[in-house]
């Protein structure tokens, strides 16, 4: 099992281009969230899912949308990137929505810098 | 506001020595996490726990309910284990979603 998948590792784009941020699981999780690291603060809240089809938004979901076609992927889509979301993104899956008693996993995270 | 505060931010110690971290949130939680972050980014979950303690190889969590702290504790500590620790707590009546302390960075020198 590869657990949990981010692609890609490293991403620079130019104030006003998109990307999508992909993040795969093969463990059959039905919670997956994306999280934002910025020097000096916790780790925050995008946008989180708990199963296909059900999205809601975390802490920080301005500029960020996301999709849960499959239970497998949910990708993260920024419309147009901006300076202010540098930052390094992980994915996190639960094989039930928290605070069942199992562990988070994590992606290996995206560091992206938009100039 | 709902917060989860750590200390120390920054801990070098000399191997062998025994190391605590602690984390104190505000309000009751239904469930409390410790996480590393190794050098090179990745995230992995230490502990989950509600109650009591916890012990994995060298490494002992505890949790004290009604003083809202929890405690991380490597024994024999050794460089590798070098990293960022992170408490993350989920508040009673929250959507299933953690709060993040800013971690605390400890070095293990040989």
Known sequence: ?115 | KNEVEQSPQNLTAQEGEFITINCSYSVGISALHWLQQHPGGGIVSLFMLSSGKKKHGRLIATINIQEKHSSLHITASHPRDSAVYICAVKYGGSQGNLIFGKGTKLSVKP
């Not at chain 1, 934002?36 to 899912?49: A, E, F, N, T, V």
């Not at chain 1, 500029?63 to 994915?91: H, I, K, M, W």
């Open chain 1, 1 to 115: 099992n590869a657990g949990v998948t981010q692609t890609p590792k490293f991403q620079v784009l130019k104030t006003g281009q998109s990307m999508t941020l992909q993040c795969a699981q093969d463990m059959n999780h039905e919670y997956m969230s994306w999280y934002r690291q910025d020097p000096g603060m916790g780790l925050r809240l995008i946008h989180y899912s708990v199963g296909a089809g059900i999205t809601d938004q975390g802490e920080v979901p301005n500029g960020y949308n996301v999709s849960r076609s499959t239970t497998e992927d949910f990708p993260l889509r920024l419309l147009s990137a901006a300076p202010s979301q540098t930052s390094v993104y992980f994915c996190a899956t639960n094989p039930r929505p928290i605070p069942h008693n199992s562990p988070l996993h994590f992606g290996n995270g995206t560091r992206l810098t938009v100039t």
